[in-house]
Nanobody
Framework: QVAESGGGLVQAGESLTLSCVAS????????IGWFHQAPGKGREGVSC????????NYGERAKGRNIVFRMPSKNTVYLRMDNLKTEDTGVYYC?????????????????????WGKGTQVTVSS
């Protein structure tokens, strides 16, 4: 399973780093992804890191401002988001994928998600 933390209330322009602790498996076995769900909208995949540590970001907003990295010794994946905007508000979910690799172009919830975390709320104020 996976469990995320680190959400909170921040001001626009600030940075925030979310954590995802994996248990019951090694990060070398599966890819780990991050989804964002804005209020009233569906879940959108924003970042992913493969079993080898290769990072992927999806969408123009994430590509310019997200950094996904991991610390295998802690079995933890991190999502750093810079220059946060009000539209980044929402719940962020960490997921374990069924496979070892991340999608190449787009990241949707039907890609092959094995486990979902409970989510952590991020609120960006203007």
């Amino acid at each position: 399973q996976v469990a995320e933390s680190g959400g909170g209330l921040v001001q626009a322009g600030e940075s925030l780093t979310l954590s995802c602790v994996a248990s019951g498996f090694s990060l070398n076995e599966y890819a780990i992804g991050w989804f964002h769900q804005a209020p009233g909208k569906g879940r959108e995949g924003v970042s992913c890191i493969s079993h080898l540590g290769t990072a992927h970001n999806y969408g123009e907003r994430a590509k310019g401002r997200n950094i996904v990295f991991r610390m295998p010794s802690k079995n933890t994946v991190y999502l750093r988001m810079d220059n946060l905007k009000t539209e980044d508000t929402g719940v962020y979910y960490c997921v374990r994928l069924n496979g070892r690799d991340c999608p190449l172009d787009t990241f949707t919830a039907d890609y092959g998600v094995a486990d979902w975390g409970k989510g952590t709320q991020v609120t960006v104020s203007s």
